[in-house]
């Protein structure tokens, strides 16, 4: 008896714990055809595309597919330079020809979500090219998969198929962008780098870095879009960060320093942006590069009943750029400047990007001397208004040794309050800049009002009226 | 057998015994547990008038047997009858000494237990319990049926949640706080050594507890009371579990004083009836009782029943046509080897002192001392990626189906092909998930258990007196004290190095799980994601008093108390970081009640009998709290549940004949449910928000309050002996159990704390969980020879499924801008058609169940068996609507399609089931 307990104790094992850890052994993938590199295919679009033969497709060419047959067995490789973890990128793999010196780049729009924990940053991938279909969407060359006539995200079952691992994941060099103005269609879909950058001044809360902004505008319903700007020519580019990223609440870096993410275009395809999968892409440890403010910490009330400059712009005629005493300069020799314009008879300076063909567009438009000798506890104030806001564009400065050259001069920056209005249309009425306190000046003071902007880029029409200074 | 062999003797003596007595047949009966005479067993000569009783030393003598073959029948209530065919010719026949056995059909009871076990409610909506341990010491035969078999299809004896009925240790109220039901896997295992037990139907008096209104039982573990020697047992099921061994071994009462009773089980199968359950059980128990002297003994008791288990997964209709109605989810392909992400882990030993103490003939006191300690387990995975799970909605072929015209025909192919096949996509795929998480140190998937860890200390004294021969007064206090600490605990970071705490759905501080410890990185074994202890008091005072005349017993009981729990929130919850540390307010509900009982007997043969009650009881803790884990919310308007119960029943009691038929009604108030689930068409815009909360779709918290549900109906049971072989019995319920008002609903999420979203429409829905209707037809045929067989036949019918009360608020008739539906060309009848409720199969199942026993040298072996379903019927047991799906809009949509993404979600039934018993006894 007591040996059948031991017999049918013994076979009453149950194995219900101790799960060994699987050894993940990669397998390197077998390789059937053969490769092809994506300008090759890219090449192949092209051709497909270009109409008139100068080997760039217009916008007013087509943009038609091509598609690969089902027995089509070669591939292209490509190194993953996205990260879908934090949820910025979604179903979308973004792809390098190669991990240090890129050439080329091609977007894989897939049918599901959480690619990292499959293709991970870095990931040398084989993309078997059969039941594929390529075409630009959006701006960026995207390969999918042909549903209902157009290529759409593959499904998780051909992704499956036709994206191939292999065993290692190497690190990617970012290409280094001097700066946003040298961006261009070459760097596209490639994990690139900008040095020497910093987010927007309007965006940071200098005093109380926990107030500044967050990735994503709680008001956005997609995407948000944040200005970065570069300290060493002013030149901007977009952030975008998607409403679903885990970080969209967290606030922005305040100092100055490298990002790196992958140079895209917006949902419209207006203009590029930046897409970083993780707020550790910047490295905004140094400080930032913001202009002098003007601070003159005067205890008195300022303002008063001398008014020592006044202009409201009435007395000139619509499109006027050359007011005497006046400078308005386009810095980089274009032909953009500040305009007289007029609403409902009412006149005042304009200056916009759109449609200017100049990228970045910088004018500074700059007051006559304004004496302050014989006043005390000098106020400015002036008004602003926006149309078609997408970025800011206008900051306000003053000198007193500026002489004809805007680059020569010292200018410090007046802590005032710019109009910031809506992204469509014009504001209804503008906006005072409030109390710029100026008394600490004396002698010839020059107010400067600068534009910088750019087509294709932050394009706000900017308006300005009643530029006064009063004093005792 | 011993009795065969009695019979081979008894034939013998019959032949040899020299004719100078005249016709005379006596003998000897001893109780075969206790070895003690048996007194009062009906003797009998069958088709003669001849009769006698035993007397009070167990023998007998019965005169004037005519010449002949003739069959000597033995019988008492409770025992298995025998029958010893003898042959007289002018002598006497000794049949010598005849051990009297309980009813053999205890056996019966290993399948009771192994079904009340199964807990498959879990944390799931709407879930099934089982109420068929709470009466399987039952000798009713309206009950038998109920226990043994309606069992299999969770009936529920008038309805009633196994949380209305007590479970005690030798007088100790055993109910676990969380959930105010037993937990049967405590004692599983342990059949051999729980055979003492006494059972009060309904509101029945008791004499240890006030109970509740399902009744109460009591298992005695006293060693004195079992009958020394030894049983040794083995069965084999294909059940959830596929093997059994049981050994248990009694000294009875020895000289010294003390008695032992000692108990071992194992219970296991790799792979139970469902798909990747595995099932592993040991069972401990030790008695020691020391008899002083005539008034006083001590008896230590000790039982451990540490259990292991896979759970299986309610699945939509869809998910059971695509991989049977075996098909469970939970598991998936580890290398070779099937292993199941939600394990059910119990380990609670518990131990308890008692003082027996009797003060006079008339008068004990019996005082226990209880501590319980341990740990449940229940696990399942964590990830901050794809949802593993691979019935998850968009890994179905409904779901690339959904879109007329733009069907993807492929994928659902695959798809399909998959469940078909057995394809490791079919399941869990536990590779891909160590080899996401080896890209990433941080874990992607994790496996964690949510933990429940109860101590509980308990006193109780209980008071029994008989105050003359009709006077007998009972009374008992009772103070249980329970720490429940409740929290996550890593338990496979599956191949990463550590997990970051934080609320991956959330951002900034809102995310953290404990603003004390923010980013916290988890290794194996931590606590993490919520951490939180409850303190939980319980204090009762019952007293009660019995009166039995010739005419009339009656009885009157009352109790008075009080239950309190506080909750201290370990862990600063980002998102409630205001009240989710440190300890809430105390909340302190009072019980009480008051019943009473009167039997008429009009004869010996017709009885009449009515109880009533009225009773407060404590909720649960599970439904006190509306979000214990994240923050010390309080259900709205908390209060104690009451319950009104009235029953009356007719007895009818014959030679070969006896029946019951009760009526009975009960009304339960102030009920509350938690539950979680993600909803998508909550309309917000009445609530009083903060501007930045928009949106439809919340993960929500919801608490239904003050539900009243009526239960009613009637029960009859009948038992013909036909012959003294052959018996019937007829069984029928009918019962009718609804919600009886319309309760209030409040939700609450991360993004808003509870608010008021209605009332839910739910008056005359029917509750869940139960056939409503039952009857059950039965043979038993019980040979001279002895061994015997029964079958019966059942059918049960009116199942329906739970509810989702949010479906049933305004909000389900609003739609995403606020505006009513139904609206334009749309009826008030083709909406309220969404909402009807599921009303499942009919159920008919036949069950065959024989034992037979012999006896070698002086071992008696015996094997039991029975076979459940016997045609194989496959048949929904329970199942609960989602609630994701909140309004209109969304859940016509998803329902017109021609597969719901989000359809109800069941539990199947055993298909034929055989369980077989081999025992030794010694």
């Known amino acids: 008896m007591s040996v059948l307990l031991v017999a049918l104790t013994l076979t009453s094992c149950v194995e ?79 792809l390098q020809n190669d991990p240090v010196n890129p050439t080329k780049s091609i977007k894989l729009a897939v049918d599901f979500r959480s690619l990292y924990t499959k293709y991970d940053l870095g990931r040398k991938v084989y993309v078997y090219l059969h039941d594929l279909a390529l075409n630009k969407n ?90 970065i700007t570069s300290c060493d020519d002013n030149s901007q580019i977009r952030l975008e960060t998607s409403t679903f990223a885990s970080f969209k609440d967290d606030t922005l870096p305040q100092g100055q320093g490298s990002v790196k993410g992958v140079l895209a275009r917006d949902y419209g395809d207006n203009f590029y942006v930046l897409r970083v999968s993780s707020p550790d892409d910047f490295s905004f440890t140094g400080d930032r590069c913001d202009p002098v403010l003007l601070d003159c910490n005067n205890p008195n009330p300022i303002g008063g009943s001398n008014v020592v400059f006044d202009e409201d712009f009435e007395s000139y005629a619509n499109y006027t750029t050359a007011l005497p005493g006046w400078t308005n300069t386009n810095v980089n020799g274009g032909n953009n400047l500040f305009q007289v314009r007029s609403y409902s008879g009412a006149h005042y300076m304009q200056c916009s990007a759109y449609n200017s063909g100049e990228a970045p567009l910088e004018v500074w438009l700059v007051t006559p001397a304004i004496n302050l000798d014989s006043s005390t506890d000098e106020e400015l104030t002036f008004e602003t208004k926006t149309g078609y806001n997408n970025g800011a564009a206008l900051s306000v400065f003053v000198s007193t040794d500026f002489t004809g050259d805007v680059s020569t001069a010292e200018w410090m920056m007046v802590d005032a309050e710019i109009a910031n209005g809506p992204s469509s249309g014009y504001q209804s009425s503008f906006t005072s800049s409030g109390s710029v306190d100026i008394s600490c000046l004396d002698g010839d003071v020059y107010v400067a009002f600068k534009y910088l902007g750019g087509d294709g880029g932050v394009t706000t029409t900017f308006q300005v009226d009643n530029v006064k200074v009063t004093g005792n | ?74 019988e008492k209530e409770g025992f298995e009858s025998q029958y010893f065919p003898v042959t007289i010719n002018n002598n006497t026949v000794d049949l010598g000494e005849i051990l009297f056995y309980v009813d053999l059909s205890q056996e019966l009871d290993n399948s009771v237990i192994t079904l009340s076990e199964d807990d498959l409610s879990d944390d799931e909506a709407g879930g099934a319990d089982n109420v068929a341990g709470i009466l399987q010491s039952s000798k009713d035969t309206y009950q038998r049926a109920v ?17 209305y009925g007590q479970v005690s240790f030798n007088g100790m109220p055993m109910n676990k706080l969380s959930n105010n039901r037993p937990q049967w896997s405590d004692w599983g295992g342990l059949n051999d050594v729980l055979r003492n037990q006494e059972f009060s139907n309904g509101l029945a008096a008791s004499e240890s507890t006030f109970g509740n209104v399902l009744g109460t039982t009591n298992f005695i573990t006293r060693a004195s009371l079992n009958r020394e020697g030894g049983k040794v047992s083995y069965s084999a099921t294909n059940s959830n579990y596929d093997g059994r061994v049981m050994a248990s071994y009694n000294t009875g009462l020895m000289d010294n004083g003390w008695a032992l009773s000692v108990l071992g089980s194992r219970r296991y199968a790799q792979e139970g009836y469902m798909e990747g359950s595995s099932y592993n059980a040991w069972g401990g128990f030790i008695a020691i009782e020391k008899v002083l002297n005539d008034k006083h003994s001590f008896n230590f008791t000790a039982f451990y029943t540490p259990n292991r288990r896979g759970k299986n997964s309610p699945n939509t209709q869809e998910v059971y046509d695509l991989g049977g109605v075996k098909y469970n989810a939970y598991w998936g392909w580890q290398g070779d080897r099937k292993r199941n992400s939600r394990m059910k882990e119990i380990k609670e030993p518990t131990f308890m002192l008692g003082h027996y103490w009797n003060i006079n003939d008339k008068t004990t006191l019996n005082t226990n001392i209880m501590y319980q300690t341990g740990t449940i387990g229940n696990s399942r995975f964590g990830y901050t990626a794809n949802n593993p799970d691979p019935t998850y909605y968009q890994k179905l072929p409904s779901y690339f189906l959904q879109h007329e015209g733009a069907e993807d025909y492929e994928s659902a192919y695959i798809r399909t092909n998959y469940f078909l096949n057995d394809a490791p996509e079919s399941q869990v795929m536990w590779d891909d998930l160590y080899e996401a998480n080896a890209l990433n140190p941080d874990a992607t998937y994790y496996l964690y258990e949510d933990v429940n860890d109860d101590t509980t200390l308990a006193v109780n004294s209980i008071f029994n007196t008989q105050i003359d021969e009709n006077i007998t007064i009972n009374g008992s206090v009772l103070y249980k004290k329970t720490s429940s600490d409740n929290y996550a605990r890593m338990m496979d970071l599956l191949g990463a190095d550590y997990f970051t705490d934080l609320d991956r759905y959330a951002t900034g501080d809102e995310a953290q799980m404990d603003l004390n410890n923010p980013n916290r990185q988890v290794v194996e074994g931590d606590r993490f994601n919520y951490n939180y202890t409850i303190d939980a008091s ?103 549940e009451k319950i009104i119960s009235v029953d009356a029943s007719y007895r009818y009691r014959a030679p070969g004949i006896k029946a019951r038929l009760t009526g009975y009604y009960t009304t339960f108030s102030d009920l509350n449910e938690v539950s979680f689930f993600y909803a998508q068409g909550i309309n917000i815009a009445g609530f009083d928000l903060p501007d930045e909360v ?137 909406v309220d058609n969404y909402l009807s409720q599921e009303k499942f199969d009919d159920i008919f199942l036949v069950n065959l169940v024989g034992g037979k026993s012999w006896k070698i040298k002086d071992k008696y072996i015996g094997f039991f068996a029975s076979v459940n379903n016997l045609l194989g019927e496959q048949f929904k047991t329970g199942g609960f609507e989602q609630s994701r799906k909140a309004n209109f809009e969304e859940l016509s949509t998803d329902q017109n399609l021609d597969q719901p993404l989000f359809g109800n979600k069941y539990w199947y039934g055993r298909a034929t089931s055989y369980y077989i018993n081999f025992y030794v006894r010694f």
């Open chain 2, 1 to 74: 057998m011993q009795k065969f062999l009695i019979i081979v003797l008894g034939l013998f003596f019959g032949s040899i015994t020299n004719a100078q007595s005249l016709n005379v047949v006596k003998g000897k009966v001893l109780n075969a547990d206790t070895s003690n005479p048996e007194t009062g067993v009906k003797v009998r000569v069958q088709k003669t008038d001849i009769s006698g009783n035993t007397s009070d030393d167990g023998t007998f003598s019965l005169q004037n047997v005519p010449n002949g073959e003739q069959i000597i029948a033995l």
């Open chain 2, 538 to 640: 319980q204090l009762d005072l019952f007293a009660q008093a019995q009166f039995t005349y010739d005419k009339v017993d009656l009885y009157l009981a009352a109790n008075y108390g009080a239950t309190a729990y506080q909750r201290d929130g370990l862990y600063k919850n980002g998102s409630y970081a205001d009240d989710s540390f440190g300890k809430g307010e105390k909340q302190q509900f009072p019980t009480y009640g008051v019943k009473g009982g009167i039997t008429y007997k009009i004869s010996g043969r017709h009885l009449l009998n009515v109880n009533a009650g009225y009773m407060a009881k404590a909720p649960s803790l599970r439904n006190t709290y509306s979000n214990s884990r994240v923050n010390q919310d309080i259900v709205h308007n908390i209060t104690s």
């Open chain 1, 138 to 227: 959006r701006g960026e060359m995207v390969l999918g998969e042909m549903i209902n006539n157009q290529v759409d995200d593959m499904r998780e079952n051909r992704a499956k198929e036709n994206i191939l691992r292999n065993c290692d994941a190497v690190a990617v060099t970012p290409v280094t962008i001097a700066s946003p103005s040298e961006v261009d269609d070459t760097y596209l879909g490639m994990l690139v780098e900008f040095d020497n950058m910093q987010f927007d001044l309007s965006l940071i809360d200098i005093t109380n870095p926990e107030n500044s902004s967050t990735f994503v505008d709680p008001y956005d319903n997609y995407d948000s879009h944040r200005m």
């Open chain 1, 16 to 94: 219900d714990t101790d799960y060994a850890t699987p050894q993940i052994n990669c397998e390197e993938p077998t390789l059937t055809g053969q490769e092809v590199s994506m300008e090759t295919i890219l090449n192949q679009w092209i051709a497909e595309n270009d109409t008139d033969g100068d080997n760039i497709v217009e916008y007013n060419e087509t943009e038609n597919p091509i598609e690969f047959d089902s027995d089509y067995d070669n591939y292209i490789v490509g190194y993953v330079v996205s990260d879908d973890k934090t949820g910025n990128f979604y179903k979308e793999l973004y």
């Open chain 2, 694 to 830: 928009t949106g439809d779709s919340f993960f929500l918290n919801s608490s239904l309050t003050g539900i009243s549900k009526k239960n009613l109906g009637a029960e009859f049971g009948a038992e013909v002996q036909v012959t003294p072989t052959v018996s019937l019995t007829g069984v029928a319920s009918l019962g009718q159990y609804t919600y009886d008002n319309n309760p209030d609903l409040y939700i609450g999420s991360d993004q808003f704390s509870a608010t008021y979203l209605g009332t839910a429409y739910l008056k005359n829905y029917k509750q869940s969980g139960t056939p409503q209707q039952g009857y059950s037809l039965g043979f038993s045929y019980r040979d001279p020879k002895y061994w015997w067989v029964s079958a019966n036949a059942n059918l049960l019918s009116h199942n329906y499924i739970s509810i989702s009360p949010i479906l049933r608020t305004d909000n389900f008739y609003t739609d995403s801008f606020g505006n009513p539906v139904p609206f334009n060309d749309l009826s008030q009848e083709e």
């Open chain 2, 147 to 163: 226990a043994f078999n309606f069992g299999q299809v969770w009936f529920k004896e008038r309805g009633y949640d196994s949380s």
